[in-house]
């Protein structure tokens, strides 16, 4: 089952904050109405039908401490959720083309994010960003890939 991905927009907001407090995101649904008016963000959202079942929070202007070959401006996967009864469907997968199509239309070179070893579940997401192409780096915590490297279809 691949979901529809598009950019959160207002009609979403209940879905999505049921989605992050289901899966115990409590914080991020909390603060979801101030990320909305960052522009430098970009939010996606993954549809079954109506149901919200994914979430990406990225930008495509990570100035963060460069690292790992891939100097900034760089494209950057901040959150990545998707609902557990929809795991290992390819809904993650869709969110993250999304993001990889609309960063290289931004004219962004590399992608990167920094998944924490302390939530439950690394190692799935470590699997999970690998088999998209993204691999560990020489700066501690850094996962990255040059976009020409990753899939969008």
Excluded: N, W
Excluded at 14 to 41: F, K
């Amino acid at each position: 089952m691949i979901a529809k991905v598009i950019e959160l927009d207002d009609a979403h907001d209940a879905g999505l904050r049921a989605l992050l407090v289901a899966e115990e995101c409590t914080h991020d649904a909390l603060s979801l109405i101030d990320h909305r008016y960052r522009p430098y963000e970009k939010l996606y959202v993954a549809l079954t039908d109506t149901d919200v079942v994914g979430f990406l929070e990225g930008t495509f202007v990570d100035m963060s401490e460069p690292g790992g070959g891939y100097p900034a401006p760089r494209a950057r996967i901040m959150k990545l959720v998707v609902s557990s009864r929809f795991r290992r469907r390819g809904v993650a997968t869709a969110l993250v083309r999304k993001f990889v199509v609309d960063a290289r239309a931004a004219h962004v070179d590399s992608l990167v994010l920094y998944p924490d070893p302390q939530e439950s579940g690394y190692e799935g997401r470590m699997a999970f960003f690998a088999s998209c192409g993204m691999r560990k780096t020489d700066s501690p915590g850094l996962v990255g890939a040059r976009l020409a490297c990753l899939s969008s279809d």
